[in-house]
């Protein structure tokens, strides 16, 4: 039922247009109401890429600095600018690295749990709710399966950590 109502269309145009040839490329998606509200929940981002770039950045700042004890004044100027750029990026990714990690360690479990509970998921299209077999609370077209099932996971008692 998701899928059904999901379309996606890709045009490519070759045309030649005053003598110049070329190429108009474009792309069309369309979801209707029914499979925006029976749409699983998006995956929480890596908290890892933002991490390896922190990593990385501050391992090149490292090496300009190593690098520039032993050079001409030019170089150490030079080194400067770029070492700090590259210092700037490694705290912006290092803390949205940690944000996502927090993250994931406040509601990776729910996640999970919602995630399992939307494969399972049953609907019917006569009375236009969903539900989960064994709950017997029904979900309607209203309201988003994903989120439901998210806020149901995050209120069983699942062990939160507090901030």
């Known amino acids: 039922m998701y899928d059904s109502g999901r379309s996606h269309i890709s045009v490519t145009m ?9 190429r108009s490329s474009g ?3 369309a979801e209707s109401a029914l499979s925006v509200a029976l749409a699983p929940l998006v995956p929480l981002p890596s908290w890892r890429r ?4 922190a990593g990385g950045a501050a391992g090149l700042v490292l090496c300009l600095a190593v690098g520039a004890l032993g050079g001409p004044p030019e170089a150490v100027e030079s080194a400067k600018g770029f070492g700090a750029l590259l210092g700037v990026v490694a705290l912006v990714a290092g803390l949205l690295a940690l ?3 927090r993250r994931h360690q406040e509601f990776g479990a729910a996640y999970a749990t919602a995630a399992a509970l939307w494969q399972e998921a049953m609907y019917c299209t006569e009375c236009a709710a969903s539900w989960v077999p064994g709950d017997r609370r029904m979900i309607g077209q209203d309201q988003r399966l994903g989120w439901v099932l998210f806020r149901r996971a995050k209120q069983s008692g699942q ?3 507090t901030r």
Not at 16 to 22: A, L, P, Q, W
């Open 14 to 22: 070759r045309h030649n247009v005053g003598g110049v040839r070329g």
């Open 27 to 29: 792309q069309a998606y």
């Open 99 to 101: 944000f996502r990690w």
């Open 159 to 161: 062990p939160q950590r």
């Open 50 to 53: 933002p991490a390896v770039v």
